[in-house]
């Protein structure tokens, strides 16, 4: 089944004792004095924390964090409709960016809730299978958020518990060593404790390859190459199972969700209420708005994104032996080409109102009519295992072997039409070809910024394209978010980020 199917309610009143500590009590509210008594209790707090990684306005796979994890690279362009989006697009966000804060503040409802049930399950009826599986999801769930946090803010408080005092919820920054290691520590004890697979109607929950390809993804990021190395390897083999899906548009519809390729999935579902925004409370869809957004207005779309001429570009640099375009291209984008359709009609019907030559075609609702329904139900690949073969050759071509990154690259090359690589390649020409690859594979998935990040380029990609606002990035400051006003404000022991 697409989605999880557990009652959210429950869940969701779990902060009704703590987290925001109340003085006034209300009868009709469960409390965690009377919660924690059922494994149904668990299973509803595992729901509630779940849905915050599709939370409209906080969830890392929410729209809003799908525009704050593009928005910033030099392939993706937010258009000045909505001013906290715009803003950090066009690097000229401030510390009370209301989106950015959701995003720090949702990481950390998810720690909580986390952290709730690590502290509440030893006392709960079931078996102690059960309860040892149950501990590695709760853990991989905790090291998720951190490691959101870590990429995108640096240095920010390690909570491990929570808190029981006013006092205890002042707590100052970790450095991000320290979160780093706890990233690792809580991957590395739920790849133990996780099981291979679940039942279908258990689809979509966090699994012990989820939880070793972000635990290689995370030493990536930290550059522990040989690390991550062994941890994609392992999950190259038995008895893992992933693999490219014959066709990329598999990736990005609702027909051919939770398939081969995909290591960890955000279930949507186009049931629930009627109100996208309405966050929360039973009118809350289970869907995303986030193909609304994109959509032209010409199909009740709000068109606040489009990719970059520079993207558009980049996908032509390279043709397929037969000459035509990378198959990338065509399910990435759409463009005016002959007989290209969108929504049913002759692209060429569509206007550009900021002169971009493309528009996004990738988890679009592009073969229906429109997206007057507000909400989407393709499934966000948060993990595929595309990103896996690309991040194990670049862990061994920087660990001085690209030899060994010629069979994982030329997997993705071929799957997208192109020819092998020519052999002889070096350190320098591998490490050109996969960050080629990694732009072209993963357009609109949220990781263009952070590579080039990782790879010391912003700079230099950014200033060399069509990025509106590029003239405003200083690196130095703009590599990391600031911490929230909001945070500084509450928190007297807060610090805020250096350049910031």
Same mark, same amino acid.
């Not at 306005?57 to 030099?74: H, I, K, P, Q, S």
């Not at 299978?129 to 149950?134: G, I, S, V």
């Not at 941890?231 to 899906?245: G, N």
């Not at 014959?246 to 519809?253: K, L, P, Q």
């Given at each position: 089944m697409k989605k999880i199917l557990i009652t959210l309610v429950a869940g969701l009143l779990l902060t009704a004792c703590t987290e925001g500590l109340l003085d006034l009590k209300n009868p009709n509210l469960l409390t965690t004095d009377t919660y924690w008594e059922t494994k149904d209790d668990v299973m509803s707090a595992f729901a509630a924390t779940y849905s915050l990684l599709r939370d409209?306005?906080?969830?890392?796979?929410?729209?809003?964090?799908?525009?704050?994890?593009?928005?910033?690279?030099?392939?993706?362009?937010i258009r000045n409709d909505v001013k906290d989006l715009y803003q950090f697009s066009t690097f000229t966000n401030?510390?009370?960016?209301?989106?950015? *804060?959701?995003? +720090?503040?949702?990481?950390?409802?998810?720690?909580?809730?986390?952290?709730?049930? =690590?502290?509440?399950? $030893?006392e709960i009826p079931?078996?102690?299978?059960?309860? $040892?599986?149950?501990i590695a999801e709760a853990k991989f769930l905790r090291g998720l958020n951190y490691f959101h946090l870590v990429i995108n803010f640096g240095d920010v408080p390690v909570r491990l518990q929570t808190p029981q005092s006013q006092e205890e919820y002042y707590a100052a920054k970790s450095p991000a060593e320290e979160v780093w290691q706890q990233v690792?520590?809580?991957?590395?004890?739920?790849?133990?404790? =996780?099981? #291979?697979?679940?039942?279908?109607?258990? *689809?979509?929950?966090?699994?012990?390859?989820? $939880? #070793?390809?972000?635990?290689g993804k995370a030493y990536l990021y930290h550059e522990d190459w040989d690390k991550a190395e062994a941890? +994609?390897?392992? =999950?190259?083999?038995?008895?893992?199972?992933?693999?490219? *899906?014959?066709?990329?548009?598999?990736?990005? *519809?609702?027909e051919r969700e939770n398939n081969e390729e995909s290591v960890f999935e955000i279930q949507v579902q186009d049931v629930g209420g009627t109100n996208p925004w309405d966050v929360g409370s039973s009118n809350e869809a289970l869907g995303v708005t986030t193909a609304q957004e994109f959509a032209p207005a010409e199909v009740a779309g709000w068109f606040e994104a489009y990719p970059t001429d520079k993207i558009f570009n980049a996908f032509q640099e390279e043709k397929t032996p037969g000459g035509d375009f990378d198959k990338r291209?065509?399910?990435? =984008?759409?463009?005016?080409?002959?007989?290209?359709?969108?929504?049913?009609?002759?692209?060429?019907?569509?206007k550009s109102e900021f002169g971009f030559q493309s528009r996004f075609?990738?988890?679009?609702?592009?073969?229906?009519?429109?997206?007057?329904?507000?909400?989407?139900?393709?499934?966000e690949r948060a993990l595929r295992f595309a990103d896996i073969l690309l991040m194990y050759a670049e862990a061994v071509t920087m660990q001085g072997k690209p030899q060994e990154a010629y069979e994982p690259v030329n997997r993705i090359r071929q799957r997208a039409g192109l020819s092998v690589l020519p052999a002889g390649f070096g350190e320098a020409q591998m490490m050109a070809e996969i960050q080629q690859q990694r732009m072209l594979e993963f357009c609109r998935e949220g990781l263009r910024f952070y590579d080039l990040r990782r790879w010391g380029l912003l700079q230099e990609e950014i200033m060399s394209s069509d990025k509106v606002g590029r003239q405003f990035l200083n690196v130095q400051k703009h590599a990391w978010f600031p911490i929230p006003q909001a945070e500084l404000d509450n928190n007297p022991e807060m610090e805020q980020n250096p350049n910031w």
């Open positions: 409209v306005n906080g969830g890392y796979w929410g729209v809003r964090g799908v525009e704050l994890t593009n928005g910033r690279g030099d392939d993706f362009f401030a510390p009370d960016n209301g989106v950015v *804060t959701n995003i +720090f503040n949702n990481c950390y409802r998810g720690i909580f809730r986390c952290n709730q049930i =690590l502290e509440n399950i $030893a079931m078996s102690e299978e059960e309860r $040892a599986q149950l690792f520590q809580d991957f590395s004890e739920a790849k133990a404790g =996780l099981p #291979l697979e679940y039942p279908a109607e258990w *689809t979509g929950r966090a699994t012990r390859g989820a $939880a #070793l390809g972000y635990l941890a +994609f390897s392992e =999950l190259m083999q038995a008895p893992y199972q992933y693999d490219l *899906t014959a066709d990329y548009a598999d990736n990005f *519809t609702a291209m065509y399910v990435t =984008l759409v463009w005016d080409y002959p007989g290209a359709m969108y929504y049913n009609r002759p692209f060429s019907e569509f075609r990738k988890y679009q609702n592009w073969q229906n009519d429109n997206e007057g329904r507000f909400i989407s139900n393709i499934n």
